[in-house]
């Protein structure tokens, strides 16, 4: 390799580097649904049933959206709900909450506040005790976004 | 930091109890500007716990997704007297607790 080429290389080397965590920092803004939901589950299977999401069917407010999960469990030792997680298909972060609950909670039931930024579907998935995971959604229409700086 | 835990003041033993929590806290998103245009880092209670005498009932991750101010509910069993705290830290590294006692007869 030429002294030239060395050179040109270092440059191309320098100018790289500033870009690389700008990038990085913008992937974080936007992660795309199917991959964060993959991540949760690593890959298990998720079947629909045995979750209620309980939101107004229209929230004026997307900044603060009255959000309730219930899973159909006994809350045995045996056999429990072993957490809840809050997805959102919109939200420029779609993983809003994981809640880890207690075999002796008594009630899977949780309930909280959740930005939506828009108009969407939100999905909840539940890992039960024996590692199976389901899934409940709702749609939520939104008239005033959570999100008006970054849509 | 305020935050307030609602039990009922007394529970039979055995009772599920609901347990609400709200935490004063703006939960920054990191995708807002100051009128300037300057970005406000993101700044959220990421990790929450609550334990019951000691013994941790719940644990909550929470992200930018969770309303300003945020509130939780769930529930316990009553097992015995004593108090539930909550505690949680967030992005900046602010830790903050809170607890409140119940009567288990």
Redesign the interface.
């Known amino acids: 390799m030429s002294a030239r080429r060395r050179f040109f290389s270092l440059l191309a080397g320098l100018a790289a580097v500033p870009l690389l965590p700008a990038r990085l920092a913008r992937a974080q803004?936007a992660d795309s649904f199917a991959s964060v939901l993959k991540k949760i589950t690593s890959g298990a299977p998720v079947k629909a049933g045995r979750v209620t999401v309980d939101t107004p069917r229209l929230a004026d407010n997307g900044?603060?959206?009255p959000f309730?999960v219930s899973v159909d469990s006994p809350m045995t030792a045996a056999d429990h709900v072993r957490s809840i997680t809050?997805l959102?298909e919109r939200?420029?972060?779609?993983?809003?909450?994981?809640?880890?609950?207690?075999p002796?909670?008594?009630?899977a039931?949780?309930?909280?506040?959740?930005?939506?930024n828009g108009s969407q579907r939100v999905l909840v998935i539940a890992q039960l005790s024996d590692g199976s995971w389901w899934s409940g959604d709702a749609e939520v229409e939104v008239t005033e976004s959570a999100?008006l700086?970054?849509t | 930091m305020v935050a307030r835990v609602h039990l009922p003041p007394a529970a039979k033993r055995g009772e599920v109890i609901e347990v609400r929590i709200t935490v004063q806290h703006p939960m920054e998103t990191g995708f807002r500007f100051e009128l300037g245009g300057k970005p406000i880092p993101k700044n959220v209670i990421n990790s929450l716990l609550v334990r019951y005498n000691g013994a941790q009932i719940f644990r909550a991750e929470l992200g930018s997704g969770i309303a300003a101010n945020p509130y939780l509910q769930f529930h316990t069993v009553a097992r015995q007297s004593g108090e539930i705290e909550v505690s949680w830290i967030d992005d900046d590294g602010n830790r903050g607790s809170e607890r409140a006692a119940i009567t288990v007869v």
Not at chain 1, 104 to 107: E, H, L, N, W
Request: proline letters at 6%.
């Open positions: 803004q900044h603060s959206v309730s809050l959102s939200n420029p972060r779609p993983l809003m909450a994981t809640f880890h609950l207690d002796a909670a008594g009630r039931h949780v309930a909280t506040r959740v930005r939506l999100c700086d970054a």
